[in-house]
């Protein structure tokens, strides 16, 4: 496989992707060439056949502490406007299959945004996420703002964006911005996102995608929309070789054997 500097790419499952964000001396700070090799490594198995889900992480002590300031920090608005600076950040939301962001430490700025991008979030008990860009005189600029809204409401989006205040993982799965917090253990939150993985992996990888594509709807359209967009998808899936499979496994009361077509 290709060869990063700033993340670490490897199959712990047969159909299971699992990056690591691997800057460890900036506390995976994302820097421009980071995100060049995230979105190369996730747009692979984003194509590959063979993989069902990614799983993304960053270290212990931080899945990563925000966009890299002192890369940031001598940028005009000529700059940042011309280089369209964070608009290749969104590629991530737009993969087709499941991301599972598994959270240790700091989730931090742009950190807590690219776990927002991610479709399940799983936090250690260590997890920290905000958004404190308001304390370097700016606003988050990788969808933190728009997606906490979406996830957490109004009043406690604002006290995140306006004061810079951090949460706990605690906080945060009673908020709803992650799915669950694992039980404590050095890399327990990754084991369990990759079991995750491996869980989604098993099943159809047209149903799979499918269905994040129907859940990721329900945040653009109306309800009127979104339902009937809903049931669209779904009539449609009566035109693939897994629903023939998995409806006729249940009623023989065997296993199905999903063939991805
Ligand atoms: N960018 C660049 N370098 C960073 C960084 C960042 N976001 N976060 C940490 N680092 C670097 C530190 O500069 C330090 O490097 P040196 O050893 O060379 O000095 C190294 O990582 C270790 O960090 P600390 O010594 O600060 O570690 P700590 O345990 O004392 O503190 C922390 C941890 C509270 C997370 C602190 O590092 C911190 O506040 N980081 C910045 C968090 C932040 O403001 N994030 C938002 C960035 S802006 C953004 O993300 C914009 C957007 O919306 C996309």
């Known amino acids: 496989g290709t060869q990063y500097e700033n993340i670490l790419v490897s199959r712990p499952e047969p159909n299971v992707v699992l990056v690591t964000l691997n800057r460890p001396k900036a506390l995976n700070a994302l820097n421009s060439a980071l995100f060049k090799e995230l979105n190369k490594a996730l747009a692979e198995a984003d194509q590959d056949d063979s ?33 369209k600076f964070l608009e290749n950040w969104s590629e991530i939301a737009n993969l087709r299959k499941p991301v599972i962001a598994a959270v240790s430490g700091f989730a931090l700025g742009g950190g807590c945004e690219l776990a927002l991008m991610c479709d399940i979030i799983l936090a250690s008990p260590t997890a920290k996420f905000g958004q404190p860009e308001i304390n370097l ?22 006290e995140l964006v306006l004061t810079g205040r951090n949460i706990n993982a605690e906080e945060a799965e009673r908020w709803g911005i992650v799915s669950r917090v694992v039980g404590e253990g050095e ?12 869980l989604i992996a098993s099943k159809s990888q047209i149903a799979v995608q499918a269905g994040k594509e129907v859940v990721n709807a329900a945040y653009e359209l109306s309800l009127e929309e979104g339902l009937r967009f809903e049931r669209r998808i779904f009539h449609g899936l009566f035109a ?3 629903q023939k499979e998995g409806m006729a496994a249940f009623a023989e009361k065997r296993k199905p054997n999903f063939t991805h077509s």
């Open 51 to 83: 993989v069902g889900a990614m799983v993304l992480t960053g270290s212990e002590k931080a899945f990563a502490a925000g966009a890299d300031i002192k890369e940031m920090k001598d940028k005009t608005y000529s700059d940042v406007y011309k280089n």
């Open 137 to 158: 005189g700016v606003i988050p600029g990788g969808g933190g703002s728009q997606r906490l809204a979406h996830t957490i409401g109004k009043s406690k989006t604002m």
């Open 187 to 198: 890399g327990q939150v990754v084991k369990e996102a990759l079991s995750v993985a491996k």
């Open 240 to 242: 693939t070789n897994d």
